[in-house]
Structure formats: C-alpha cells, structure tokens
Nanobody
C-alpha cells in the first residue's frame, strides 16, 4: 500500500487548508486512518482519526472544533479539513493506516500500530 499525503502549504492565521491522504494498492475501507503531526525537536502527536466505516472520529483536544476528518472509501481517500488555523498548527502532517483492533488507545501516544505511513505534507501557518 502506498499513501500519498497532499494539500499542505502556507496559510495565514485563521485560514483553512484541506489535506488529503490517497491510498493505492489496497482498498482503504479495511483500515482505520489517522493524521499525526510533528515539528522539529518534538514528538509526533495525534491530530485526528476515523474508523473504517467512517462512523466514528476522534480528535486531539487542540484541534477539536476546528478540524474535521472524513473519508470516501469509494475514492480510497481520507480528508482532513483544517479551519481557523493557528501558528501552533505549523507542522509536517502525516497520514497513517492500521488494521489493528487496538489502534484507538495508541493514538495519544502518537501511534496507531500503523501498517503504513504517508510521506508527510508541510503545513505552515503564519501571520
């Protein structure tokens, strides 16, 4: 499976970006999907996740109410809509997928027992 993360870029504080994670090589509907982010010198942190069916989503407290994760299994794509961006949202964002039945509790540790990771896309929020 290959994951292609895209949509990053430079945006002003308060602006919006939409990140996409496109999978190839295998159907995405058998995987939970999560977004993580990382800045230099810091550990990777969980941002948002969504279950295989898309019926349940999880968010870090820092992005709750501003970010929204969704998936289109027909297009093998997961999207992270990021609104009201803040300077502290600046990071490299990674998507990851997992077939583990226990990925939920691992999210807060910056993991989901991922089977695959995307290459990352840089989001820079600046004034």
């Amino acid at each position: 499976v290959q994951l292609q993360a895209s949509g990053g870029g430079l945006v002003q504080i308060g602006g919006s970006l939409r990140l996409s994670c496109a999978a190839s090589g295998r159907a995405l509907n058998t995987y939970g999907v999560a977004w993580f982010r990382q800045t230099p010198g810091k550990e990777r942190e969980f941002v948002a996740a969504i279950t295989r069916s898309g019926s349940v989503s999880y968010y870090a407290d820092s992005v709750k109410g501003r970010f929204s994760i969704s998936r289109d299994n027909g297009k093998n794509t997961v999207t992270l809509q990021m609104n009201s961006l803040k300077s502290e949202d600046t990071a490299v964002y990674y998507c990851a997928i997992s077939q583990s039945s226990n990925w939920g509790p691992a999210l807060t540790r910056g993991s989901m027992y991922a089977d695959y990771w995307g290459q990352g896309t840089l989001v820079t929020v600046s004034s």
